[in-house]
């Protein structure tokens, strides 16, 4: 904190003075190594009685949970998240998934009526409609055209919607579909909500997560596996408390036995954002949130920084630590 030039100064001194671990840094290759890696962690704290409530994965923004998140899935690890809902749960990004559901499996009523209920003039009742129409259809986007022409409602926007489906149906990459999706109106739609840049960064991050994959069904796929019960109630299985998954915002005042702070790169902590918004203060806010998520474990400190990154182009880029990591004595980690 010496380093912010508006600051109070004061000297800390430890109350526990018995010689503990070492904060740890780890430098994953990518995200998925890094989900791993905290995965693996958690269960291994967990063999040692360090139950799952007093643990803590934190995070500079909401996006860079998505990894972790199904990974979390993968290994039945119950988790809560308090920075708002869990990512795929996200009215954005269930919007965005609906339109590739629509297209891999054109008979999915839920993402049918998802992706019509945002069209102008479009209510319930014609949706429900239209669904009919298409319920029992051997060509749904053949039929969805024709009901289209015959709505006496929003039949622009409809057909607008139609040209658009048909156009990722001519597209095989999850990426690229996405990005179709979201260079339509539907960036138009985000800009009605405050938090219109924090939904762009988690689509955006969706969209490099796809790149992984050829085919949108093997992309679906991945995200459709089970998650672990009772994750956001605050109970599990066996009345096991979950993990917890936050940004560092909603942990101020709390502490936990081991936290995992996760994607602690250079442009992402501190924000990009923040600091063309306000380079010198927002630096220093910055740095002050650094010092909140590293002062909230009690006993076991992970760092971690991934290499490289996918950014929603599809090109691999390398991440820098940093630079509130690059501030501290080497000798003060491990």
């Known amino acids: 904190m010496a380093n912010n030039k508006y600051n109070y100064q004061k000297n800390l001194t430890a109350h526990r003075r018995s010689q503990g671990q070492l904060p740890i840094l780890v430098e994953p290759t990518d995200e998925d190594a890094q989900a ?25 923004k909401r996006k860079d949970s998505l990894a972790l998140e199904l990974e979390l899935k993968r290994c039945n690890i119950p988790y809560r998240v308090t920075s708002g809902t869990v990512f795929f749960e996200s009215a954005h990004i269930k919007d965005i998934l609906a339109y590739l559901r629509v297209v891999a499996n054109k008979t999915d009523e839920l993402a049918w009526k998802r992706i019509l209920r945002p069209v102008g003039d479009v209510g319930p009742k014609t949706a429900q409609v239209i669904w009919q129409s ?8 053949v039929d969805f055209r024709e009901a289209a022409l015959l709505s006496k409602r929003g039949r622009s926007s409809l057909l607008i919607l139609h040209a658009l489906l048909v156009k990722l149906s001519q597209e095989s990459s999850p990426a690229a579909q996405i990005r179709i999706v979201l260079e339509s109106n539907y960036k138009d739609h985000l800009g009605r909500y405050e938090n219109a840049s924090e939904r762009l960064e988690d689509i955006e991050a969706l969209i490099a997560y796809a790149e992984k994959f050829s085919t949108t069904t093997d992309f679906l796929a991945d995200l459709a596996l089970e998650p672990p019960k009772d994750r ?14 936050s940004t560092i915002h909603q942990v101020k005042g709390l502490e936990f036995r081991a936290v995992f702070l996760i994607s602690a790169n250079e442009g992402n902590f501190p924000s990009t954002r923040t600091l063309a918004e306000d380079p010198t203060g927002g630096e220093e806010e910055e740095r002050r949130l650094f010092y909140v998520a590293i ?3 009690e006993d076991l400190l992970f760092i971690t920084c991934p290499l490289r990154s996918i950014d929603r182009k599809g090109a691999i ?5 940093s630079r509130f990591i690059s501030e501290l004595d080497r000798h003060l980690f491990e």
């Open 295 to 297: 002062t909230r474990a």
């Open 232 to 245: 956001n109630d605050g109970s599990a299985e066996d009345d096991e408390k979950p993990l917890l998954l």
């Open 317 to 321: 880029s390398l991440n820098p630590k």
């Open 134 to 141: 298409l319920a029992e259809s051997k060509e749904p986007l």
């Open 36 to 60: 791993k890696f905290v995965s693996t962690g958690v269960l291994d704290l967990r063999t040692v009685e360090i139950p799952l409530n007093r643990i803590a994965v934190l995070y500079r």
